[in-house]
Every structure is written in structure tokens, then in C-alpha cells.
RNA sequence: GGAGAGAUGGCUGAGUGGUCGAAAGCGCUCCCCUGCUAAGGGAGUAUGGGUUAAUAGCCCAUCGAGGGUUCGAAUCCCUCUCUCUCCGCCA
């Protein structure tokens, strides 16, 4: 969340910086609950000061043999003003938390301006479109020719949005993984974690999917309030929630690959052909865990690692600065990258690399201290795909797809294929 | 699933109703001594919030979490979570 001082002294700034995400945050009404919540704090401790100092009184009185049943009759009607502040206050406070708990992150001065993905800031490009001298076919219709992609029987298991694979394609997305994790770990310093994909709210509180977007979990029902991880961004990154970390401890690079659980239930409509946007699918993620004035050349580190898993399967992209409006809840600046999809001759999102400051530090409650000494304060988070293994079997698919049907296997991944060069019927 | 033990500050670990925000040790910081990478002496050292010019004082809260009893709770009661040991089961 914001920092609460910021959003006591600065509420202006605030307004005016969430306004570029079409947020708006009512700044008057937010100073009035936080001055109601000052005056029922400074009434709360007053009366508890008193109620200790009487209690020490007693204690003393006692010790000394004195009556003190006058003492405890006044002691409790006291007590009783007191417990009425102390209920208003916690209804304040509440208001005040949720309040702060829905508030988007501040934006980043260089994220540029605009609404939606239409207005997305193009970076830079690398690779160069593949020509065909074929008119190049859809992931769909290359995998179900291979009958090694089976929507019909996913639909029969589980209905709508979601894939079979089968054979060399399952296994392509497997070898996809390996590879992926291997980069990370041995040339990018990564630390590998296996994480649970099942996290309580506690965990999605801190890194912002909660509580704003409930609709977008699969929330499992039963007693134990299990959520399905909709990113392993959010078990990675609470690896850290409430720790108070030291100057040696810095920077973490944590990389995990998980299934991601999405609802999509606000998507109706969109991407229903192929596998581009499913209720399950498989990502290798990276978080980086840094201190406060490290996390902008993170940022480029961690999107320049995710851009070499795509330069390695020699798939051309884009990378875009999200704009104002498509930058996420959490973070406070993201960069996207897009890989080219012969099949549907346009850019698509396979990664989104992410600064959040100290946004999902503050709400888990990550702090560290430096060397020397001083007071802890929040650590930043950030977190990237690395990437997103279902997307980036799309577009090995449809990149490395021949007149005939069949799909060529990267150099970079044949190691991991047993020898298997081409996909083919 | 059954039985038992536990959860205290950066760490270890005392503390069973009042002067305990909390002994002691370790670690760390500063100072002194010491002609040397040993040892010794002294002081300091939790977090959040309020007040304030103040990272000075003063005040409030916090001893796994949440309720309760009490004038007063780390200490008593209830619920929950987690950890450990043993048994059972299982991948």
C-alpha cells in the first residue's frame, strides 16, 4: 500500500498521480476519516493513560494495606468510557485500512501517459518476422493437424478454456520449462523454489490481488479458505512477508515454475480460439527481492532475462512501457514484452516485468536495515515472467511451423526433446 | 486421525496477576584501556503509532493470532494457527 505518511501529507500528490491511472482518490474525504481517526486515537490513549496510572495507584495502595474499593468503583466506570472510544476508534481504523488496502500503487514518473494497451509505449523490437512462402496457420490448426492439441477432449474433462496436449507438443512445453529454469539458475543467479500453488488470503492481501480482485481467483470451498495461485508471483514473493532482512541478504532472485490459475471471468468473449487465455496454464516466474535504490536497474535486469529466453528461441518481440492505464494494481512501472504470432500477425503479451516499490513490501510487512545501522524500512518487489511457457509454446509453434504441418524444435531446446528435431504427424 | 510439548526482542533464553517493554547471555554500535589483528572495562541496542523542529523527551500499543476475566494480563480462561516428539496412515 502507500505509504501511509504520504497519503496523511501529501494527499494532493497522491490524488493527482493515481488520477494518471483514472483513478480517482477522493483526497477530502480520506483527510476527514484521518483526522476523525486522530482525535478518537489521541481521546483512546489519554483515557488509557489515565486507567494505567490509576491501576499503578491501586497496586500501590494495596501493597500498602489501604482501602482501595473507592479506587475500583470510579476505576470502573472510567473503564467503561474508555472501551466505547476504543470500539469507535477500531470502526475508524478499519474504514481507514480498507481504504488503504484498495488504493492502487503510485505510478513512476516515466510511465507514459494514456488509457489502455492501445496507448502502450513501443520500446524497441528485436528479430525479424519470419517470411513465409506459405500463408503460415494458427497454433490451433497446427496442433489439432498434429493431433498432438485436443480441445475437444479438454472440453469433455473440464469445459471451456482449457487444452490437451499430447505426445512431442506436451512434451515441447516441458522441454520450454527446462530450459527456461536452467537460464535463470545457472546464468542469471536464481535461486530455484518449488512453492505451494494452494495460498490463503493473508498471502494474495500482500502482494494486491486481494481485495480488489476476488472475481479473477478460483477460491477453493472449503473450511480452510485455500485460493488456487493466480501468478507464482504471490507464493515467491511472500517467501519474504514480514521478514526483517539485512544488507547481506539483498538482492534475492527467486524463479519457480508453476500452473497459474486464472477465472478469467471478466474476459468473456476474448481469446476464446486456442490457448492463448486459459484457466490453467504453465509459467516459470521471477521475483527480486532489492533494496529501495536498486529496483530500477532490477527492472531492466529482470525484463533483459526474460528477453533472453525469447533471443535464444530466436522469437521476434517488442518490448512496450504499459501505460498509465495498463499499468497493474501493485506495481508502479511495467514493462511488457511481445512476441510475434505469425498466426494471428500481431504482437502478443508473453511477459510483463514489473516494479512495485514498496507497495507489496509495506502491505507483507518486508522490511530491511541497513549495514549501519538505522531504522528498517520496506524492501521493493518485483516480479517478471521468464516466461510464460503456454504463450511461448504458441509461438514456437506457429514460428517454427513448415508448409507441411510440421514444427521444427529450436536448436536451444533439442537437448531437451531426446533427439526430437521436428513435430510431425 | 490419536497422544503430548511448545510459540517471549536480531538470536538463545528467564519470567505464573501490579514497580515487566520484559532478567541473563550472544550478536551489534560507540567510548576507554591496550603498540596490535588476543583480552578487559563502560555505555547503548525492539517495532509501530501519537505529540514535537527533533531519529530529544513524554504518552499509547505490541511477549504466535483473536476473544474473555480483572481496577490491572507475557502471566488466568476460551478459540484458532503454527512448530516439535511419539503412534497410525499415506506419495
Not at 499503578?56 to 500498602?64: L, V, Y
Not at 518476422?129 to 485436443?150: K, M, N, T, Y
Not at 488456487?228 to 534475492?252: F, K, Y
Not at 520496506?378 to 507441411?404: F, K, M
Request: hydrophobic share 40%.
Amino acid at each position: 500500500m502507500i505509504d501511509p505518511k504520504t497519503l496523511r501529507n501529501d494527499a494532493a500528490m497522491v490524488a493527482a498521480n493515481l488520477e494518471r491511472r483514472g483513478y480517482s482518490f477522493d483526497a477530502a474525504a480520506y483527510a476527514e476519516l484521518e483526522a476523525r481517526r486522530k482525535q478518537l486515537q489521541t481521546d483512546t490513549e489519554a483515557l488509557r493513560q489515565q486507567r494505567n496510572d490509576s491501576a499503578k495507584s491501586i497496586g500501590k495502595a494495596k501493597a500498602q494495606g489501604e482501602d482501595i474499593a473507592p479506587l475500583l468503583a470510579a476505576q470502573k466506570t472510567a473503564g467503561e468510557a474508555l472501551s466505547q472510544r476504543e470500539v469507535a476508534l477500531a470502526e475508524v481504523a478499519d474504514a481507514l485500512e480498507s481504504l488503504q488496502m484498495g488504493l492502487p500503487n503510485l505510478l513512476d514518473d516515466s510511465v507514459p501517459p494514456g488509457r489502455s494497451e492501445d496507448d502502450n509505449l513501443e520500446l524497441r523490437r528485436w528479430g525479424e518476422q519470419r517470411s513465409f512462402d506459405f500463408e503460415p496457420r494458427d497454433h490451433v490448426a497446427l496442433g489439432e493437424a498434429l493431433a498432438q492439441l485436443d480441445f475437444a477432449s479438454a472440453s469433455r474433462i473440464s469445459g471451456s478454456r482449457f487444452a490437451v496436449m499430447r505426445g512431442g507438443l506436451a512434451r515441447l512445453q516441458r522441454a520450454l520449462i527446462q530450459f527456461m529454469l536452467d537460464m535463470h539458475t545457472r546464468e542469471h543467479g536464481y535461486q530455484e523454489v518449488y512453492v505451494p500453488y494452494l495460498v490463503q488470503a493473508d498471502a494474495l492481501l500482500g502482494t494486491g490481488q486481494l481485495p480488489k480482485f476476488a472475481e479473477d481467483l478460483f477460491k477453493i470451498e472449503d473450511e480452510r479458505g485455500f485460493y488456487l495461485i493466480p501468478t507464482a508471483e504471490v507464493p515467491i514473493t511472500n517467501l519474504v512477508r514480514g521478514d526483517l532482512l539485512s544488507e547481506a541478504d539483498l538482492p534475492m532472485r527467486f524463479a519457480a515454475h508453476t500452473p497459474c490459475f486464472r477465472s478469467e471471468a471478466g474476459s468473456y468473449g476474448q481469446d476464446t480460439r486456442g490457448m492463448i487465455r486459459q484457466h490453467q496454464f504453465e509459467k516459470v516466474e521471477l521475483v527480486h527481492i532489492v533494496k529501495p535504490e536498486e529496483s530500477d536497474e532490477a527492472l531492466d535486469a529482470l525484463t533483459g532475462h526474460a528477453e533472453v529466453i525469447l533471443q535464444a528461441l530466436e522469437l521476434p518481440y517488442r518490448v512496450v512501457a504499459l501505460c498509465a492505464g495498463d499499468v497493474g494494481f501493485s506495481a508502479r512501472k511495467t514493462f511488457d514484452l511481445e512476441v510475434w504470432l505469425p498466426g494471428q500477425q500481431r504482437y502478443r503479451e508473453i511477459s510483463s516485468c514489473s516494479n512495485c516499490g514498496d507497495f507489496q513490501a509495506r502491505r507483507m510487512g518486508t522490511r530491511w536495515r541497513g549495514a549501519s545501522g538505522g531504522k528498517p524500512e520496506p524492501v521493493h518487489t518485483l516480479n517478471g515472467s521468464g516466461v510464460a511457457a503456454g504463450r511461448a509454446l504458441i509461438a514456437v509453434i506457429e514460428n517454427y511451423q513448415q508448409s507441411d504441418g510440421s514444427v521444427v524444435v529450436p536448436d536451444v531446446l533439442r537437448s531437451y526433446m531426446g533427439g526430437i528435431e521436428v513435430l510431425s504427424v
